[in-house]
């Protein structure tokens, strides 16, 4: 299993940034990707930016955030960072951190883990 434990929400207004980490422990081994999705009040869950180990940690960005947001991971500390930019109205959202668990060995486990959320309010 994977716990992941979100921290650095809050309320800032357009124009400002706010960074956003994700303490990640148990068998993170296994994690073959880990990022941050956000939900907005009455949206689907979306993808935010997430970091694939299988393809040699590539980064995937959604459209809506690249060039203003940035992710990054520590090995050392198991966490995972989302330094915010330039944030939008649009941004608002609870900001859930993720992991993947894939492959062990010769086992497709395709396992989803998230975070418990933490809320982002952005002001005009």
């Known amino acids: 299993q994977v716990q992941l434990v979100e921290s650095g929400g809050g309320n800032v207004q357009a124009g400002g940034s706010l960074r956003l980490s994700c303490a990640a422990s148990?068998?993170?081994?296994?994690?073959?990707?880990i990022g941050w999705y956000r939900q907005a009040p009455g949206k689907q869950r979306e993808l935010v930016a997430v970091?694939?180990?299988?393809?040699?940690?590539?980064?995937n960005y959604a459209d809506s955030v690249k060039g203003r947001f940035t992710i990054s991971r520590d090995n050392a500390q198991n966490t995972v960072n989302l330094q915010m930019n330039s944030l939008k109205p649009e941004d608002t959202a609870v900001y859930y951190c993720?992991?993947?668990?894939?492959?062990?060995?010769?086992?497709?486990?395709?396992?989803?883990?998230w975070g418990q959320g933490t809320q982002i309010t952005v002001s005009s």
């Open positions: 993720y992991a993947h668990k894939g492959y062990v060995g010769d086992t497709w486990y395709n396992m989803d883990y």
């Open positions: 148990g068998r993170t081994d296994l994690m073959d990707a």
């Open positions: 970091i694939s180990f299988v393809s040699g940690g590539s980064i």
